[in-house]
Every structure is written in structure tokens, then in C-alpha cells.
């Protein structure tokens, strides 16, 4: 069975450019978790979608947005990045309301 | 507010002892406490979970146990081999909503 994929692996910007990553979820699961993990820290929590509605979001400003398409894949959209934006973006999935399955992650870099 | 303190933030161990990483939550509500490995330049990997139903659970050389009434768990970690050294992450969840702890760096000499 095929895991969490999440692409592109790197991806390079400018400030003020935007950014969108994509996830891909396994196959059955319907819940799709967004989480930012800047160098040395911890995951923090960005959003989570299930049957293709936002459930629920973390502390972060309204230009981190997203959204899950039919198939349940998603994608992350960050505008207006900032230097401090830079982090390595993981998606997690899953079927129920815990049990999540990660990704390895999308590493963004904004120069 | 809701989160999850994780200590020590660092473990050196010699390989062939015992690894115990703690954790406490805050929200009563949470019922689900998994934990994570995490390898350098992958994302996390579930390794073990406890339910509140639970108190103990182990799996081969990984333990886990669960105090409620206290609000901490812990993940145990014995005969310890140099493949264990990473960064492992504990969570609290409740109806879907995850925190995380700040990560504890494993590492594990021969």
C-alpha cells in the first residue's frame, strides 16, 4: 500500500512570491493534516481538512490556506512569503479522527 | 490553552540500556497518545499508540504507559541499539485535534 506523498520534495522562493504544495493521502483515508516544522522545532499545527471541508486551523495567519479536492488529495497555499516561512511542510493522513500516517515532507526555502 | 510539554530535550545512551522520554498534556479531553520517529530528512513515523482506555502497551523493545489521572505518559525504550537514534515526538489528541511535544533527540551510542 502506498504511503503519504507529498510534492515537490524541494521547492525554492522569493519574498513575496507564493507557494503550493501538494499532498496525496492513502488511499481510503479522508482526513488530510497540514503542519509547518521550522529547523530544530516541533511540528506545529496548520490545518486539517476531512471530507473536503476545513475542520479546523492553528495559529496562522489567513495566507496560509488550503483545500482537498474530491480524491481527498490537498494542497497548501502560501502567499506573500516571508523569510521566516521557510520549513519543511509535512502532510499526514488519515481514516479516523486519530491514527495519522506522514508524509516526508516538502522542504520550502524563501530567499 | 492546550499543549504538550515532552522532557528531556536530549538523551544519550549507551546502546543496550533503557530510553524514557515523558510527557504531559493539559486538555482532559484527550483520549489518543501516539508517538513518532523521526529520522533526518523524513517525516514523522507512528511507532506506538495508547488509547484512554489503556494503561499500558508494548510492542517488542517499545513500551508505553499511560497515566490519566496525572495527565502524563511515557515511552520506554529498551536494549537501545545506534538505529534508535532520532528525534521522537509524543502527541495528544483529542476529536481529531493533535498537539505535539517539542521533540526529544535520541541518541544512542555503541
Known amino acids: 500500500e502506498a504511503g503519504v506523498t507529498q510534492s515537490p520534495t524541494h521547492l525554492i522562493k522569493t519574498r513575496g512570491q507564493q507557494a503550493t504544495l501538494r499532498c496525496s493521502p492513502i488511499?481510503?483515508?479522508?482526513?488530510v493534516y497540514w503542519y509547518q516544522q521550522a529547523l530544530g522545532l516541533g511540528l506545529q499545527f496548520l490545518l486539517w481538512?476531512?471530507?473536503?471541508?476545513?475542520?479546523n486551523r492553528g495559529n496562522f495567519p489567513p495566507r496560509f490556506s488550503g483545500r482537498q479536492f474530491p480524491n481527498y488529495s490537498s494542497e497548501l497555499n502560501v502567499n506573500a512569503l516571508e523569510l521566516e516561512d521557510s520549513a519543511l511542510y509535512l502532510c499526514?493522513?488519515?481514516?479516523?479522527?486519530?491514527?495519522?500516517?506522514f508524509g516526508p515532507g516538502t522542504r520550502l526555502t524563501v530567499t | 490553552g492546550e499543549n504538550v510539554e515532552q522532557h528531556p530535550s536530549t538523551l544519550s545512551v549507551q546502546e543496550g540500556d533503557s530510553a524514557v522520554i515523558k510527557c504531559t498534556y493539559s486538555?482532559?479531553?484527550?483520549?489518543?497518545f501516539p508517538w513518532y520517529k523521526q529520522e533526518l530528512g523524513k517525516g514523522p513515523q507512528l511507532i506506538i499508540d495508547?488509547?484512554?482506555?489503556?494503561g499500558e502497551k508494548k510492542d517488542q523493545r517499545i513500551a508505553v504507559t499511560l497515566n490519566k489521572t496525572a495527565k502524563h505518559f511515557s515511552l520506554h525504550i529498551t536494549e537501545t541499539q545506534p538505529e534508535d537514534s532520532a528525534v521522537y515526538f509524543c502527541?495528544?489528541?483529542?476529536?481529531?485535534?493533535?498537539?505535539f511535544g517539542a521533540g526529544t533527540q535520541v541518541v544512542v551510542t555503541p
Open positions: 499526514a493522513s488519515s481514516l479516523i479522527k486519530d491514527e495519522q500516517y
Open positions: 488511499s481510503g483515508h479522508t482526513s
Open positions: 481538512y476531512d471530507e473536503g471541508e476545513e475542520r
Open positions: 486538555d482532559s479531553a484527550s483520549n489518543y
Open positions: 495508547i488509547r484512554s482506555n489503556v
Open positions: 502527541a495528544a489528541t483529542s476529536w481529531g485535534k493533535f498537539q
